[in-house]
Every structure is written in structure tokens, then in C-alpha cells.
């Protein structure tokens, strides 16, 4: 007999610079399914400028992925009643990990600086949660064409002309780029780094259709995550995605996945 589970795949690609210099992925993604439909999926985005940007997105996904399974696990009524505290005490948190991190390298801590981007949820309920730029787009239930951003792109949000400029997880005023957001009854979702800023977004700034429609059936389509991570692998280090300079870290989650 089949049932319907959700199912998590991501992946991180290197932009051109960092593999001509044989230099590390800046960004990472984590995520940890809980067996009862209840998921966590982060994404951070190590800034350029600094020192230890690999160690500090690694870290930020890291330790969202453990604070949010042990809020999952203790709270069967998060959903309804106390999200918005979980999510910001979870970015509270992940901060003074950075912090600690910072002092036992020795280094000033935005020397770690990294975006962070988390979704938590079930077969019914999506809550996200942001500090920086990049996104989340979710598929409303049973609407093969109706996508959403989840949460305000940041430069939207903040009406930032330098679209490049950012607030990460460190900075003292990152409350002005915290947002958050809950949703109930959708099909998919997707979390990703700026990196696909330029390939997932209409000029209007609503989500691509045609992209976000066919990351999801990638995911629902293989015959499991492995394959399905590899695929998405090799797509976004292949043209047209690999002549955008920067690192790519895209994760999905689709609710709609028969397993026997």
C-alpha cells in the first residue's frame, strides 16, 4: 500500500570564480526529516567579504536544523500557537552560536558573516523564517500554476536600491531584514540563495512558473532523493545556470511523494 510523505532534496553548486580558484562553496544547506511528515530545511549564503564564509553559512544551517527539530519534537501544537517566537528565538540563538564559533577562531564574527533562510512544516503547514536576501517560493495545493514568495525579497522589503547589499545574520541591525511568514495547504516550496536571483524571478518579481514548476516535478518525478539530488546537480552546473558567477544553493520540499 502507498502512502504520501513529503520529500526533501537540495543542493549546492559552486559559481565559476570560486571553481577557477579552487575555492570552497560559500553557501550550504542542511535539513532533517522528523518520520511524521514534519520537516526543517535551512540555507545560508556565506558572505564574499568574509574571512571563514564557508565555516560560518555551514555553521548557521547546522545549528538551525538541530534547534528546529528539537522545537518540532516538543511542540506538537507549533503550528497553531507559538511559531513566531520559535522562529525568532531560533535566529537568536544561531547568532550567539556565530558568536561562539568567532571566539574560539580568534576573529571578529563577521568574519562568519552568512544569510540564513529556514522553512519548518508538515504535509499541511509551511513556516519560514529569514535574515538577509535570497528566497522562498511555495506551490499553492492543487494549482499547478500558482507560485508565491513566501516571504518579501529582501531588497523589496527593505526598498534597497543596491540589490547587492545585504544584512547578514551578525550584523547588530539584522531585525530589519528579519521576516517570517506561515501558510497552510500548499503543495511545494523551494528555498534558495541569491545566486538564482536573476533565473527564478519574473520582471514583476513573481516566481517563474516554468522554473519552479519543473524543480518540483524533478523532485517528485526520481525515484528517490539520491537521484534526485545528483539530477539537480547536474542541471544547475550546466548551461544556461553555470555563466551566473555566483554559488547556487537551492533545497525543496514537495509534499506529494507516494512511497510503498
Known amino acids: 500500500m502507498s502512502e504520501t510523505n513529503p520529500r526533501v532534496v537540495g543542493c549546492s553548486v559552486k559559481g565559476p570564480k570560486h571553481k577557477r580558484r579552487e575555492q570552497p ?18 540555507v545560508a549564503d556565506g558572505l564574499g567579504s568574509a574571512k571563514y564564509a564557508e565555516k560560518g553559512s555551514q555553521l548557521a544551517t547546522e545549528e538551525a536544523t538541530e534547534f ?3 522545537q518540532l519534537e516538543s511542540n506538537e501544537n507549533i503550528f497553531e500557537d507559538s ?20 571566539e574560539d577562531l580568534e576573529t571578529d564574527v563577521s568574519n562568519l558573516g552568512t544569510t540564513l533562510l529556514i ?3 508538515d504535509s499541511t503547514h509551511l513556516v519560514g523564517g529569514v535574515v538577509g536576501d535570497g528566497g522562498i517560493v511555495y506551490q499553492e495545493e492543487n494549482d499547478e500554476e500558482d507560485y508565491h514568495q513566501l516571504v518579501t525579497k529582501e531588497s523589496e522589503y527593505l526598498d534597497m536600491e543596491n540589490t ?3 544584512y547578514p545574520l551578525h550584523h547588530p541591525e ?3 531584514s528579519y521576516r517570517h511568514e506561515h501558510v497552510e495547504n500548499y503543495s511545494s516550496a523551494a528555498v534558495f540563495t541569491d545566486g538564482f536571483d536573476e533565473l527564478v524571478y519574473e520582471e514583476d518579481l513573481s516566481p517563474d512558473s516554468e522554473f519552479f514548476g519543473a524543480i518540483f516535478e524533478l523532485v517528485r518525478d526520481q525515484p528517490d532523493v ?3 539530488k ?5 542541471i544547475f552546473d550546466d548551461s544556461p545556470y553555470v555563466k551566473f558567477s555566483d554559488d547556487k544553493t537551492i533545497s525543496v520540499v514537495t509534499t506529494n511523494v507516494e512511497t510503498e
Open 226 to 228: 539520491e537521484s534526485a
Open 174 to 176: 539584522w531585525k530589519k
Open 68 to 70: 528546529f527539530k528539537s
Open 119 to 121: 522553512i519548518i512544516g
Open 25 to 42: 562553496c560559500e553557501d550550504a544547506t542542511d535539513s532533517i526529516e522528523l518520520g511524521d511528515d514534519r520537516f526543517v530545511i535551512a
Open 164 to 166: 547587492t547589499a545585504t
Open 83 to 102: 511559531y513566531e517566537d520559535v522562529i525568532y528565538n531560533g535566529f537568536e540563538t544561531i547568532r550567539g552560536k556565530l558568536s561562539n564559533k568567532a
Open 230 to 234: 545528483e539530477l539537480m546537480k547536474e
